[in-house]
């Protein structure tokens, strides 16, 4: 598996308005508008810090993802996302180690962005995505 770098932050905040107040006033990020992914029941909001992004998670539904981790930590950072360079080759690999995985093939994200999560459990409780962009 070859990790790239460090693709993004996501950070789970109960509005993407409020949220982003913080990151564009003050930490002075330009903001690049939103995308909803309605599989995920998320409204996401990129901000680019050098090669890197700060990702602004809002929950489109009670019952989604977000809205659970919102429920169960508040606000704050969700996960870590790696941008791998095959995720197909990297997830068959973590899965030949035993990791435990989330998703064993690759779903769509934001940006067209090929995504899979890890299961925190096998992860020390960090939630990390492996991500994909054909760019």
Request: hydrophobic residues 40%; contains cysteine; charged residues 30%.
């Amino acid at each position: 598996m070859k990790i790239l770098k460090i693709d993004h932050l996501g950070i789970a905040v109960k509005s993407i308005d409020g949220g982003k107040e913080f990151w564009t006033d003050v930490m002075g990020l330009d903001f690049e508008g939103t995308e909803t992914v309605e599989a995920q029941k998320v409204t996401t909001a990129f901000l680019p810090v050098g090669e890197s992004e700060v990702e602004l998670l809002e929950s489109t539904a009670p019952d989604g993802p977000i809205a659970k981790y919102l429920e169960k930590k508040g606000e704050g950072v969700q996960h870590v996302a790696f941008r791998v360079e095959n995720i197909e080759e990297a997830l068959a690999e973590l899965k030949e180690k035993g990791v435990r995985l989330i998703d064993e093939k690759p779903r769509g994200g934001a940006g067209g962005a090929k995504i899979a999560f890890l299961h925190p459990k096998a992860t020390n409780g960090v939630l990390v995505e492996l991500c994909q962009r054909d760019e």
